[in-house]
Structures are given as structure tokens and as C-alpha cells.
T-cell receptor, first 115, second 117 residues
Framework: EPEVTQTPSHQVTQMGQEVILRCVPI?????FYWYRQILGQKVEFLVS????????KSEIFDDQFSVERPDGSNFTLKIRSTKLEDSAMYFC?????????????FGPGTRLTVL | AQKITQTQPGMFVQEKEAVTLDCTYD???????LFWYKQPSSGEMIFLIY??????QNATEGRYSLNFQKARKSANLVISASQLGDSAMYFC??????????????FGTGTRLQVTL
């Protein structure tokens, strides 16, 4: 069964460094999302992406964040200058188009630790 | 106001028993969808079940069913015949607006379920 994959599974970085989190959505899905979950807290929406542009972004998704679909399969989240409070699990999700296929399928997550 | 409220931070259930996890929601949009996800200790988010606001019948998926009470704005998850592998965090989530759009999910704070022998 097709699934969303994410790399790396765990990333440790120093404050102020740039990180790129990578996702490969399910192949026939056209909506892509990033969420994050700070340890012990609920899952929070960051950004949605469709047709090569951002559809919606949350107030968390400030100028330090960017997303890109560099080719036909990858979807990336870049954090330009990481802060301690960026430490969290980052989930990528994808969804088909069409009202009958409304479920977002999540990847296994990337645990980001900022030191 | 919280859009998704899960009032049970933790629940215990004995193996083979049924358990209900509560979820209430708040939206003024007539079109919305409600989802339940399971998060085991390994961390991944596993989709369990979906209920659309216009669906006439309660959703069921194997041992999972969704008790959808639209007037009360509740969408409780019922797990029948609990198994040890059901021990996990369970999140209720809502999509506001029409299905098949880029609409985000808004999550509740989750309920940690522990299945005991």
C-alpha cells in the first residue's frame, strides 16, 4: 500500500542553522501539508500546498519557513535559521483531489531537535 | 473557543471491552469533516475513520465506529473488542469547508488510551 515517506527520521541541529525536511507524498496525491507536534502537545497546522503554490499558512509559518516541490516527487520544508522552539516532530501529509478522497495520510514524521 | 475538544486526557479499558473516546467540535461551516487518528508510541499518525457532515449514517471501519451526533456537535470514537495494540494516543480532527479542497485539519489535544489485561 502506498505511503508517505519522510527523511530524515531524526535531525539534530544547532540554533541558527538551516534545516531541510524532506517528504515524498503518495504518488497520485496533489494536496500536500506540513504539520508539527511539539512534544506532548497537539498537532498544529503549518502550511498547505497545491498546484505549486501555498494554499494556506498558519501564523507559525513565518518568514523563516518555506516549502518547495523541487521535482515531481519531493516536497520539502526549509527552516532558514532554527530556534530552540522549533524543536518538534514535523509531519508531512498528502491527499488526493476530489470530494470522495478527503483523507490526509501522514508520514512517519521527522523529529527535529535544536540545540 | 477551541474548535476540537477532547476532555479525556487518559482512559483505561480492559482487553476485549468496548471504549468510547469523546470529541466535541465547534464550527459554523455547514460543510465539514471529522477524522480520528491513532498515534502509537512510535509516533506515526494513522488514519482510522472519517465522518462527513452530510453523511446520514455513522461511519464504521472494522472495530472502529464513529458516534456522530450533529445537534450536539459530537463525534465520539467507539472501539469495540479492545486489543493490547490499541494502546496509543487518539486524536480527533476537523476539516472545515467542502471536501476535496486544500483545507487544513485542526486537531484536539488527544486522549491516551491504555488497554489492560
Amino acid at each position: 500500500e502506498p505511503e508517505v515517506t519522510q527523511t530524515p527520521s531524526h535531525q539534530v541541529t544547532q540554533m541558527g542553522q538551516e534545516v531541510i525536511l524532506r517528504c515524498v507524498p503518495i504518488s497520485n496525491h496533489l494536496y500536500f501539508y506540513w504539520y508539527r507536534q511539539i512534544l506532548g502537545q497537539k498537532v498544529e497546522f503549518l502550511v498547505s500546498f497545491y498546484n505549486n503554490e501555498i494554499s494556506e499558512k498558519s501564523e507559525i509559518f513565518d518568514d523563516q519557513f518555506s516549502v518547495e516541490r523541487p521535482d515531481g516527487s519531493n516536497f520539502t520544508l526549509k527552516i532558514r535559521s532554527t530556534k530552540l522552539e522549533d524543536s518538534a516532530m514535523y509531519f508531512c501529509a498528502s491527499k488526493q483531489t476530489g470530494a470522495l478522497h478527503d483523507t490526509q495520510y501522514f508520514g512517519p514524521g521527522t523529529r527535529l531537535t535544536v540545540l | 473557543a477551541q474548535k476540537i475538544t477532547q476532555t479525556q486526557p487518559g482512559m483505561f479499558v480492559q482487553e476485549k471491552e468496548a471504549v468510547t473516546l469523546d470529541c466535541t467540535y465547534d464550527t459554523s461551516d455547514p460543510s465539514y469533516g471529522l477524522f480520528w487518528y491513532k498515534q502509537p508510541s512510535s509516533g506515526e499518525m494513522i488514519f482510522l475513520i472519517y465522518q462527513g457532515s452530510y453523511d446520514q449514517q455513522n461511519a464504521t471501519e472494522g472495530r472502529y465506529s464513529l458516534n456522530f451526533q450533529k445537534a450536539r456537535k459530537s463525534a465520539n470514537l467507539v472501539i469495540s473488542a479492545s486489543q493490547l495494540g490499541d494502546s496509543a494516543m487518539y486524536f480527533c480532527a476537523m476539516r472545515e469547508g467542502n471536501p476535496g479542497t486544500a483545507s487544513k485539519l485542526t486537531f484536539g489535544t488527544g486522549t491516551r488510551l491504555q488497554v489492560t489485561l
